[in-house]
């Protein structure tokens, strides 16, 4: 550590130079007209970290403080307002002190007893930087840019393939991960090496400007000491700030920042608090006891239950990785590394080599790489103090679990839909609408929910699963219990300090592809608790359990059963979230606690009063979702970097399509029999629509269908239950397939009708082939207003450009309020809306 003083910096105070920071501790006479505070040879340091504090005496001579400012400013020191007032004598108080830097300080004041004048203290924050770079990733659909840097990969693997040979799996993972971020260089989003608006630079520019033609001289040294301050400065030095500010002098850099606001966490609760709600506490042990105790377990009971010898999880090829690659997601986020899907996609032959060896090499050595280990959260707020976390782990690691659910065969009940091939909420939820309909207001339906589900999973009892009951080989549950062993997670922000991880003693990891199938291997037994005359009286989608009967005894014997698996298996139900419905108050108790009726019953995201699926509130829902979702949707268009989108009209289409019509459709496919439900729902997507594009609100329904290539909800409805119903037939032992050939309420008859009437509709056609002519037919019907006027039988919306869009909503504003068919076409006519 080196201090030492350093001479003719100052003629009015001390200078020490501390390892890469200057100190400048200043007194100034109160008597002294002096300016030039700082000399020349500060400016061989600018380079480093300068803080100049102390007595300047300038209150009363504003003039003079102007000069000192200037003064400072060449140095590229800007002055940080204190807050307080810094000495005080008698009834007097004032601020003679001033603090200047130019790099990040936090100051403080701390009064000292007998003495008039306050301490100043002055901290230089330290912070790490663990967001991981941003990118352009939509530079990559540019076909020059991508085979570019596909070729840089390409370059950086074959370079590096003798080394790979003799890497460890940790070692090899990293490389990889290192040539991809490299590569990735040319879509990095970096940060500029100056900010163009910072005060500082703007003043002293100011001064050059007025020295452009009066003093040559003093116009090239300013000139030269601006070029200086812009490479001096970086984005973490001072704030960002608005062009209008550029006039600022230097010293009301701080009114800036006071009206930029603080860099602050949007959430109340600290890191550490935030990581303990979100990760439940326990004992770590070390990833090697737990394989040496599984192995152990094996050893003692391989005789009794004879254990699968043959291992399921074999080697992948290249073939299968590269398949896989293809059809991975777009726009997924990556992990802390930043690495995402688009860049696996874009990948050469010999990097997807290299990592089909990485991935077979974990499978030999049950080696996991320490960056498959660390993941980040991002809390998501659900409302005031309660967040939602969303473990972001790496892509490579997501790869590498989906090629593991490829080669293994897990065996559920029937009773659980979460997470399977071909299975869906509506499977529970359209088989509990059949029965209640069925059960004519009889039925008691109770739903349950489990404390922190997937983060208490017992994992000691889920390694015995694996083996007793899935049949896994011993390497295979090892393999498993490395992935999920002692996985560690932070929450990384900007400017936070340093980076604070937590291991996770117990569950399954957040974020994992695996983990919700081992969760539903790990709560599949809980069948075995119930009595076999009660098991088709429940339902299971993952960790959202609900259970019906028409008598309270097998309620709460069933109720009992679930609760000893839970007892069993270390987890608990939360009484508070836990809720029944019935036509009377009942009497239901979980752990001695009374849960309370809720009427209509939520069950995945579904709404179901004591005789079917609940129109009311569930149409509430929607309107609810739908409005909020367009309101969001409407505001992004409003932003300026819009305005010169030519195809603005069809981008809110596709916006509202991805965005807004989801939430109808959730509900559209469960209750689409209801002709209540299908014309309020209209009624919501043209109202929405109206919004989205500032149309008059009782604009007849047929031109809007007309204009837009979109199906209303009655047809839509039509076709999304064709394709429920199709799967349906597709499905083998399932309590749906079940239940729809077997039993015949209002809703599977539908179904079926539908079914029968679209299959004779378009025979000779696979159920694919249906559902794309059907969507078709439909926008046919909508356009046949448009059809019979030679005029307008040549709109098409998607040619349609923003100016000539522009021209339909005049004729449909709200100011105009025109509402009749006939007036609107002609107006159409007159303005030749065709025209592209």
């Known amino acids: 550590m080196e201090v030492r003083k350093l001479e003719n910096i100052t003629t009015a105070g001390l200078c020490i130079k501390h390892d890469q920071t200057i100190l400048v501790f200043i007194y100034r006479e109160h008597s002294s007209s002096e300016e030039k505070i700082l000399n020349e040879e500060l400016s061989s340091y600018t380079d480093a970290n300068i803080i100049c504090i102390g007595d300047y005496n300038l209150e009363q001579r504003a003039n003079l403080e102007q000069d000192v400012l200037n003064n400072h400013a060449k140095y590229g020191l800007a002055e940080v307002n204190l807050h307080t007032k810094t000495f005080i004598h008698n009834e007097k108080s004032s601020t003679p002190d001033k603090v200047f830097a130019n790099c990040p300080v936090i100051t403080d004041i701390k009064t000292i007893e007998n003495i008039n004048h306050k301490l100043i203290v002055a901290l230089l924050p330290k912070a790490q930087k663990c967001e991981p770079p ?500 409407n505001r992004a268009f409003k932003r300026s970097e819009f305005n010169s989108f030519h195809n603005l009209p069809q981008l809110k289409l596709r916006a509202y399509n991805m965005y807004v019509r989801p939430h109808i459709d959730y509900h559209a496919v469960l209750l689409g029999c209801n002709t209540t439900f299908n014309t309020a729902a209209d009624r919501i997507q043209k109202g929405v629509i109206k919004f989205m594009y500032n149309i008059y609100y009782r604009t007849p329904s047929k031109i809007i269908y007309a204009l837009f290539p979109i199906e209303s909800i009655p047809q839509r409805v039509e076709r999304l239950r064709y394709s429920l119903g199709e799967r349906i037939l597709q499905m083998k032992k399932t309590i749906i397939r079940f239940a729809f050939l077997r039993l015949f309420s209002k809703n599977i008859r539908n179904i079926k009708n539908g079914i029968k009437t679209i299959r004779k509709k378009f025979p000779n056609m696979d159920a694919k082939e249906r559902f794309k002519k059907l969507n078709k037919e439909n926008l046919r019907v909508n356009f046949t207003i448009f059809q019979e006027i030679e005029l307008l039988k040549k709109y098409n919306f998607q040619n349609s450009n923003k100016a000539n869009f522009e021209r339909i909503t005049r004729i449909l504003s709200p100011f105009r309020k025109e509402k009749e068919i006939s007036e609107i076409l002609n107006l159409f006519q007159m303005a030749n809306i065709a025209r592209p």
């Open 134 to 633: 941003k990118y352009k990733i939509n530079l990559i659909k540019n076909s020059d840019i991508r085979n570019m840097i596909t070729k840089k990969i390409e370059q950086y693997t074959e370079r590096s393939i003798n080394i790979l040979k003799f890497l460890n799996v940790n070692n090899k993972c990293l490389l990889l991960h290192s040539i991809l971020i490299k590569s990735m260089r040319r879509i990095e989003r970096r940060e500029r090496l100056h900010d163009r608006s910072n005060p500082i630079i703007q003043h002293v520019r100011k001064l050059r400007d007025k020295a452009r033609k009066t003093n040559a001289k003093e116009y090239d040294e300013l000139r030269r000491e601006v070029k200086k301050l812009a490479k001096r400065f970086d984005n973490s030095s001072l704030p960002r700030t608005n062009l209008r500010y550029t006039s600022l002098q230097a010293s009301e850099l701080e009114k800036v920042i006071l009206f930029n606001g603080k860099t602050e966490r949007k959430h109340t609760k600290n890191i550490r608090e935030l990581l303990d709600s979100f990760i439940l506490d326990g004992n770590i042990k070390e990833t090697e006891k737990t394989i040496k105790e599984i192995k152990n377990f094996y050893g003692k009971t391989n005789m009794k239950h004879n254990y699968n010898q043959q291992d399921m999880i074999t080697s992948f090829t290249l073939a299968e990785v590269s398949a896989m690659i293809k059809n991975l997601k777009s726009g997924k986020s990556g992990g802390i590394t930043g690495i995402r899907n688009e860049f696996l996609k874009i990948c050469p032959e010999n990097f997807i080599n290299e990592l089909t060896n990485l991935y077979n090499a974990i499978l030999d050595t049950q080696q996991i790489p320490d960056s498959w280990k660390r993941h980040k959260i991002k809390p998501i707020p659900k409302d005031k103090d309660n967040f939602r976390p969303i473990a972001l782990i790496e892509q490579t690691r997501k790869l590498f679990e989906k090629l593991l659910l490829t080669k293994i065969d897990i065996k559920l009940h029937r009773q659980q839909t979460g997470f399977r091939a071909k299975h869906s909420t509506i499977n529970h939820a359209l088989a509990l609408d059949t029965i209640l309909r069925h059960g004519n207001g009889k039925y008691i339906c109770v739903t349950l929910d489990i404390k922190k589900a997937y983060d208490s999973v017992f994992r000691k009892n889920l390694y015995k699963k694996l083996l007793r009951q899935q049949n896994f080989s011993i390497k295979d549950t090892t393999l498993i219990a490395n992935l999920i062993e002692n996985n560690s997670y932070t929450i990384c922000q900007k400017n936070t300090g340093n980076i604070k991880f937590k291991t996770a003693a117990l569950g399954l990891p957040q974020g994992s592809i695996i983990s919700p199938i081992l969760f539903n291997i790990f709560i599949n037994d809980i069948i075995s608790y119930i009595p076999k005359k009660y098991r088709y009286h429940i339902f299971l989608y993952a960790d959202d359990i609900v259970i019906y009967s028409t008598c309270m005894v097998a309620l709460n014997t069933i109720i009992d059963g679930l609760c000893k698996h839970a007892a069993h298996n270390r987890y608990l139900f939360n009484p508070k979230k836990c809720f029944y419905n019935a036509t009377k108050d009942l009497n239901i108790f979980i752990y001695g606690k009374k849960i309370e009726k809720q009427n209509p019953l939520k069950y995945l995201g579904f709404y179901f009063n004591n005789r079917c699926a609940d129109t009311n509130e569930t149409l509430k829902t929607i309107r609810k979702k739908s409005i909020k979702a367009a309101v969001i949707t």
